[in-house]
């Protein structure tokens, strides 16, 4: 379970997210969605315990950042946009390593499996030079899945995988939420948030500005009748539409 209540953050005077309030359940998938520049960035790094809020709460899993910072951050995986990787080590090497960082105890027998299901058996023994765009993403991807985190926070998942492993990795992403994990989705392929997840945060200036299942939110603006997600997404980001710019 993921809990965000009132987060603000700001940097200097810049009001870079404000009172955003929202939930994910186990076996839901959030979608974050808004332009460039809304706060997306910010709140997924707030969310992975990367920066502090200025304030509000954020409990992952039970836990909440600011008091239990290492319970909470033991339960989540949090997959940027840009792969992280440490030069020197395999893809095997890598796996071993999170392994031992996380204590898992099982990690030999969980490594091979994830291993074939992000179809990285073949390059087990290769550096992350050697990888491709694509198979960078799903190395950092098998590290965060490891240790079967209870919060899953995935930064555009699918940069550089060709169609079939956009496939692979929708699937793993389904799969995850089946098990029971809490995924939050932030992606501008508003075709893959819109088939996989169960729930949308559209937020933009740093404001929320719908919150709920897309039938829900439709529902509740008679002028999207009909409409999907494109289209709803537009329309609520528009210009004519935008909240103005956040006062510090």
Same mark, same amino acid.
């Given at each position: 379970?993921? /809990?965000?209540?009132?987060?603000?953050?700001?940097?200097?005077?810049?009001?870079?997210? %404000?009172?955003?309030?929202?939930?994910?359940? +186990?076996?839901?998938?959030?979608?974050?969605?808004?332009?460039?520049?809304?706060? #997306?960035?910010?709140?997924?790094?707030?969310?992975?315990?990367?920066?502090?809020?200025? @304030?509000?709460?954020?409990?992952?899993?039970?836990?909440?950042?600011? *008091?239990? &910072?290492? %319970?909470? #951050? *033991?339960?989540?995986?949090?997959?940027?946009?840009?792969?992280?990787? !440490?030069?020197?080590?395999? /893809? %095997?090497?890598?796996?071993? !390593?999170?392994?031992?960082?996380?204590?898992?105890?099982?990690?030999?027998?969980?490594?091979?499996?994830?291993?074939?299901?992000?179809?990285?058996?073949?390059?087990?023994?290769?550096?992350?030079?050697?990888?491709?765009?694509?198979?960078?993403? #799903?190395?950092?991807?098998?590290?965060?899945?490891?240790?079967?985190?209870?919060?899953?926070?995935?930064?555009? &998942?699918?940069?550089?995988?060709?169609?079939?492993?956009?496939?692979?990795?929708?699937?793993?992403?389904?799969?995850?939420?089946?098990?029971?994990?809490?995924?939050?989705? @932030?992606?501008?392929?508003?075709?893959?948030?819109?088939?996989?997840?169960? #729930?949308?945060?559209?937020?933009?200036?740093?404001? @929320?500005?719908?919150?709920?299942?897309?039938?829900?939110?439709?529902?509740?603006?008679?002028?999207?009748?009909?409409?999907?997600?494109?289209?709803?997404?537009?329309?609520?980001? @528009?210009?004519?539409?935008? +909240?103005?710019?956040?006062?510090?």
């Amino acid at each position: 379970m993921i /809990v965000v209540d009132g987060f603000t953050k700001l940097y200097g005077d810049l009001v870079a997210v %404000e009172n955003l309030s929202f939930a994910v359940g +186990p076996s839901e998938v959030l979608g974050l969605v808004g332009p460039n520049g809304a706060g #997306k960035t910010t709140t997924l790094r707030a969310l992975a315990g990367i920066i502090a809020p200025t @304030s509000g709460r954020i409990a992952i899993a039970g836990h909440e950042l600011a *008091r239990e &910072p290492v %319970e909470a #951050k *033991r339960r989540l995986a949090f997959i940027p946009d840009e792969p992280q990787l !440490f030069e020197y080590l395999t /893809v %095997e090497e890598h796996l071993r !390593f999170i392994g031992r960082m996380y204590g898992i105890v099982d990690a030999p027998t969980r490594i091979p499996g994830l291993l074939q299901e992000l179809e990285l058996q073949e390059k087990q023994r290769a550096l992350p030079t050697e990888l491709s765009r694509g198979m960078r993403q #799903k190395l950092a991807i098998a590290c965060g899945l490891l240790h079967d985190p209870a919060a899953l926070i995935l930064d555009e &998942p699918l940069t550089g995988l060709d169609p079939a492993g956009m496939r692979r990795m929708r699937e793993t992403i389904a799969a995850r939420a089946r098990g029971g994990a809490a995924v939050i989705l @932030s992606s501008h392929l508003l075709h893959l948030v819109e088939e996989l997840c169960t #729930k949308l945060l559209v937020i933009h200036r740093g404001r @929320s500005m719908a919150y709920g299942a897309l039938d829900q939110i439709v529902a509740e603006r008679p002028q999207l009748a009909g409409r999907g997600l494109e289209d709803v997404f537009l329309a609520l980001t @528009s210009d004519a539409n935008a +909240p103005p710019p956040p006062k510090p």
